[in-house]
């Protein structure tokens, strides 16, 4: 009795093609359509998916995803605030939106309309006799809005830059979240302070400065947690805080609160145990957020007693 010739094997997920290939894990004939390249030899697409499902994703040092690297947070603000600038120019009624108005010696942009409703105001008229604005008056969401708003493109520029260094070094280090956290509530804990410091008729106070502020702080603790060498940080952050003091027209309650609050976010997130890391950092976060609350609400029935 003659012995039948061998069958050619098949690609499981494709009867009709012929293959030779199998996959490594589960060694079923796969075509090359069905390939998945491994780190030896290939493996087919539900095996990949298995292993996709069963691995557990990489994080940071402070539990932030790897996604972070790519710096896609960092990007967006920078986006955002070009937009805001955008939108701020194209609502001036005058050509000083983008270069010649009163502050930096003439260099930054004078205010605009979208600046004067998105601006820290703490209780004014834009008008003699007209109606009240301001945080005090209920309008909150200054607060967030003003660390969006720039006076003129120097100004804009400036605050891109540093976003650009320390953003994406400290997205890396924290992943997206994190780093979008720790953002916006040194940008806020900038402008609450410029709230309480200020006086309450005093013009919008505009700026990303209050969230950069706050990086330079994180930087120098991440790096300190990490182990790292902060010795070319601390003259940058000496540097930019000279300037805030010597340069009139610049928001100084603004840029230490930014530095105190980005300063108390990091250590935070720096040094939360890790067994409960997630946990300790939402409640940290929680709390500067009630602290800041409190505080506007104090300053708040100050400004209207």
């Given at each position: 009795m003659s012995e039948s010739p061998p069958t050619t094997p098949v690609c499981y997920r494709h009867p009709g093609r012929e293959t030779y290939v199998r996959c490594t894990r589960c060694d079923?004939?796969?075509?090359?359509?069905?390939?998945?390249?491994?780190?030896?030899?290939h493996q087919c697409p539900e095996c990949v998916n298995e292993g996709r499902r069963s691995v557990r994703p990489a994080r940071t040092a402070f539990g932030g995803g790897m996604a972070g690297r790519h710096g896609y947070v960092t990007k967006g603000l920078i986006a955002l605030n070009l937009l805001f600038f955008l939108l701020s120019v194209a609502s001036a009624r005058s050509g000083n939106a983008v270069v010649g108005g009163s502050g930096l010696g003439g260099l930054a942009g004078d205010e605009t309309p979208l600046t004067r409703w998105g601006g820290v105001l703490g209780y004014a008229s834009y008008v003699a006799f007209g109606p009240v604005h301001g945080v005090a008056a209920g309008e909150w969401y200054r607060l967030v809005?003003?660390?969006?708003?720039h006076y003129g493109l120097l100004h804009l520029l400036l605050n891109m830059w540093a976003l650009w260094v320390l953003g994406r070094e400290l997205e890396g280090a924290l992943g997206r979240v994190r780093f979008l956290a720790l953002y916006l509530i040194a940008g806020l804990g900038g402008n609450v302070a410029v709230f309480l410091f200020s006086a309450p008729n005093q013009p919008p106070t505009v700026g990303a400065s209050t969230a950069t502020f706050g990086l330079f702080a994180a930087i120098f603790v991440i790096m300190r947690r990490l182990g790292r060498n902060t010795s070319a940080i601390v003259p940058i952050l000496v540097i930019n805080l000279v300037f805030t003091f010597a340069v009139p027209g610049i928001s100084k309650?603004?840029?230490?609160?930014?530095?105190?609050?980005?300063?108390?976010?990091?250590?935070?997130?720096?040094?939360?145990?890790?067994?409960?890391?997630?946990?300790?950092?939402?409640?940290g976060a929680a709390i500067i957020l009630a602290v800041m609350l409190a505080l506007v609400l104090f300053r708040t029935a100050q400004i209207l007693s």
């Amino acid at each position: 009795m003659s012995e039948s010739p061998p069958t050619t094997p098949v690609c499981y997920r494709h009867p009709g093609r012929e293959t030779y290939v199998r996959c490594t894990r589960c060694d079923r004939p796969i075509c090359p359509d069905c390939m998945r390249e491994a780190s030896v030899g290939h493996q087919c697409p539900e095996c990949v998916n298995e292993g996709r499902r069963s691995v557990r994703p990489a994080r940071t040092a402070f539990g932030g995803g790897m996604a972070g690297r790519h710096g896609y947070v960092t990007k967006g603000l920078i986006a955002l605030n070009l937009l805001f600038f955008l939108l701020s120019v194209a609502s001036a009624r005058s050509g000083n939106a983008v270069v010649g108005g009163s502050g930096l010696g003439g260099l930054a942009g004078d205010e605009t309309p979208l600046t004067r409703w998105g601006g820290v105001l703490g209780y004014a008229s834009y008008v003699a006799f007209g109606p009240v604005h301001g945080v005090a008056a209920g309008e909150w969401y200054r607060l967030v809005t003003a660390m969006f708003l720039h006076y003129g493109l120097l100004h804009l520029l400036l605050n891109m830059w540093a976003l650009w260094v320390l953003g994406r070094e400290l997205e890396g280090a924290l992943g997206r979240v994190r780093f979008l956290a720790l953002y916006l509530i040194a940008g806020l804990g900038g402008n609450v302070a410029v709230f309480l410091f200020s006086a309450p008729n005093q013009p919008p106070t505009v700026g990303a400065s209050t969230a950069t502020f706050g990086l330079f702080a994180a930087i120098f603790v991440i790096m300190r947690r990490l182990g790292r060498n902060t010795s070319a940080i601390v003259p940058i952050l000496v540097i930019n805080l000279v300037f805030t003091f010597a340069v009139p027209g610049i928001s100084k309650s603004g840029h230490l609160g930014g530095l105190v609050v980005g300063a108390l976010m990091a250590l935070v997130l720096a040094y939360a145990p890790r067994g409960r890391r997630t946990l300790v950092q939402v409640a940290g976060a929680a709390i500067i957020l009630a602290v800041m609350l409190a505080l506007v609400l104090f300053r708040t029935a100050q400004i209207l007693s």
